[in-house]
Structures are given as C-alpha cells and as structure tokens.
C-alpha cells in the first residue's frame, strides 16, 4: 500500500516561487511515474506535470515554463519547483504515481496572494 506525503506549500505573493515535496512509501518508487495534481476551491482536481521513471516531464499549458517536476529515487521523493506563482495557482496539490493512482495524501496548500 503505497502512502503519499506532500509538504511544502504556504502563502506566497504573486511573482514568488515555491517547491514542494511528495515523499512515497510502500512501493518501488523508481519503476513507477509521478504526477502533480490541484485542486483549486470549487474546482475539480486538475494534472499539473509527470514524470516517468525515465526523467520524461510533460506539463499542462497553464504551468509549462513556470514549474518543473523533477524526482530523488534515492528519496523516494518527487518535487515540483514553482516560479513566477500567479493568485491562479492557489489550489491543494497533491501527487500521486500514474496511471495506477494510490489513495490520496493530504495534500499541500499553496496560496499565492499579495
């Protein structure tokens, strides 16, 4: 069974960066690829980025050339590096490995505002 902890999130003002963390257990992290997901207030919950095990990365539009996915599998650890945070990317996120989802962590809140 595998458990998902992400930290990292807090309140930023618009133009600041962020990076959050997303540590997995229970699983063999490596062969598996992660993603990002958000979840906006009164939004569905929305893909950000994945990576393969092999360092592929693919972004959604909103996020391309601002945030980068990257992963430790020494850590079992996934990242996501955050610039140029706009009050649109205020949501919980949460990760998760693909296609076969695990349960859910408790996410991490981001909220960029001035």
């Known amino acids: 069974q595998v458990q998902l902890v992400e930290s990292g999130g807090g309140l930023v003002q618009p133009g600041g960066s962020l990076r959050l963390s997303c540590t997995a257990s229970?699983?063999?992290?490596?062969?598996?690829?992660m993603a990002w997901y958000r979840q906006a207030p009164g939004n569905q919950r929305e893909w950000v980025a994945t990576i393969t095990s092999g360092g592929n990365r693919n972004y959604a539009e909103s996020v391309k050339d601002r945030f980068t996915i990257s992963r430790d599998n020494a850590k079992n650890t996934v990242y996501l590096q955050m610039h140029s945070l706009k009050p649109e990317d205020t949501a919980l996120y949460y990760c998760?490995?693909?296609?076969?989802?695990?349960?859910w962590g408790q996410g991490t809140r981001v909220t960029v505002s001035s």
């Open positions: 998760n490995k693909v296609p076969d989802r695990a349960d």
């Open positions: 229970g699983s063999i992290f490596s062969r598996n690829a």
